[in-house]
């Protein structure tokens, strides 16, 4: 098993009460889990992000996700992108993951953690990329200067205003180049 996925399991194992199970979700999720069925009263949302995982119920059973947190600490233990699809997507290293990169993230540990799925990840993965790089392109910083002769009297148009996501794009892709980048390393 490879250390980053040891390491997320540990995690989650030591939030949930003795005798729940903890296995690799066969769906979007990285791991599921029958601790709500064990103690029902407990606040397995709060007890999970302590441990750096989003939870979602169903059933009896927990599906978890990595928070952030888990993509964060990837990207500053490589500052430096040990190939060019990492080079390529450094540029959204630091940025704040939406939820696609974290079900991205979670399909890349589970290939890491099961080894199948590793080209199934990578077109995903570069697909995504490709989305967030265009709608990078296509819409200016939320701090950029006007347009050189923009009136900086006639308010915005409300509709451009909403049309645009309030952040950009392709926070976490960095994390899961590198992820990439283990399953061509790992699984050779």
Not at 49 to 56: K, N, Q, R, S, T
Not at 65 to 74: E, F, M, S
Request: glycine share 8%; net charge positive.
């Amino acid at each position: 098993m490879h250390d980053l996925c040891r390491a997320l399991r540990a995690a989650a194992a030591a939030a949930l009460p003795a005798g729940a199970f903890l296995r690799r979700d066969r769906g979007d999720a990285l791991f599921v889990t029958d601790a709500p069925r064990i103690d029902p009263r407990a606040d397995w949302a709060l007890s999970l992000a302590g441990a750096g995982f989003l939870c979602a119920g169903r059933d009896g059973l927990l599906r978890l996700w990595p928070d952030a947190i888990w993509l964060t600490r990837l990207e500053q233990a490589c500052p430096d992108p040990p190939d060019d699809l990492c080079a390529g997507l450094i540029r959204f290293r630091g940025r704040a993951p939406d939820a696609e990169s974290l079900k991205l993230f979670a399909l890349g540990l589970r290939c890491l953690d099961g080894g199948e799925g590793a080209e199934r990840f990578d077109r995903l993965l570069r697909r995504r990329a490709a989305v967030c790089l265009r709608q990078n392109r296509a819409s200016p910083p939320p701090n950029a200067d006007p347009p050189v002769g923009a009136s900086l009297r006639r308010p915005p148009d409300a509709a451009a205003c909403t049309a645009r996501p309030p952040h950009p794009l392709g926070g976490g892709l960095y994390a899961c180049a590198l992820l990439d980048h283990e399953l061509e390393v790992y699984l050779q």
